[in-house]
Nanobody
Framework: QVQLVESGGGLVQPGGSLRLSCAVSGRAVSTYAMAWYRQAPGKQRELVAVIFRFGTTSYADSVKGRFTISRDKEKNTVDLQMNSLKPEDTAVYYC????????????????WGQGTQVTVSS
C-alpha cells in the first residue's frame, strides 16, 4: 500500500523560503514519477512540479526559477524547496504519485497525501 505524508508547511513572509517534504512508503521514489500539486481557496488543484523516473524535472510557469523538486533515494522522500515566496503561493500543497506520463506531461495518479498548508503573508 502506497502512503504519502507531507510536512514542512507553515507561515512565511513574502520573499521567504520553505522546504516541503513528502515521506513515501510502499513505493520507491526513484522508480516512479513524483509530483507536487497545490490548491488555493476557491481554485482548482494545479500541478506545481514533477520529477520523472529518470530524474528530469518539470515546473509550472508560475514557479520556475523559484521552486526546486528533488528526491532522496535513501530516505525515500520527495522535497520541494520554495524560495522567493509570494502571497499567491498560498495554498495547500499535496504530494502525488501513480500518475501517467504522456508526451512529457504528468497526469495525477490515485495516491495523494493529506496536504500541508503554506501561507505567505506579512
Amino acid at each position: 500500500q502506497v502512503q504519502l505524508v507531507e510536512s514542512g508547511g507553515g507561515l512565511v513572509q513574502p520573499g521567504g523560503s520553505l522546504r516541503l517534504s513528502c515521506a513515501v512508503s510502499g513505493r520507491a521514489v526513484s522508480t516512479y514519477a513524483m509530483a507536487w500539486y497545490r490548491q488555493a481557496p476557491g481554485k482548482q488543484r494545479e500541478l506545481v512540479a514533477v520529477i520523472f523516473r529518470f530524474g528530469t524535472t518539470s515546473y509550472a510557469d508560475s514557479v520556475k526559477g523559484r521552486f526546486t523538486i528533488s528526491r532522496d533515494k535513501e530516505k525515500n522522500t520527495v522535497d520541494l524547496q520554495m524560495n522567493s515566496l509570494k502571497p499567491e503561493d498560498t495554498a495547500v500543497y499535496y504530494c502525488n504519485t501513480g500518475g501517467t506520463v504522456l508526451n512529457g506531461r504528468y497526469s495525477a495518479g490515485n495516491y495523494w497525501g493529506q496536504g500541508t498548508q503554506v501561507t505567505v503573508s506579512s
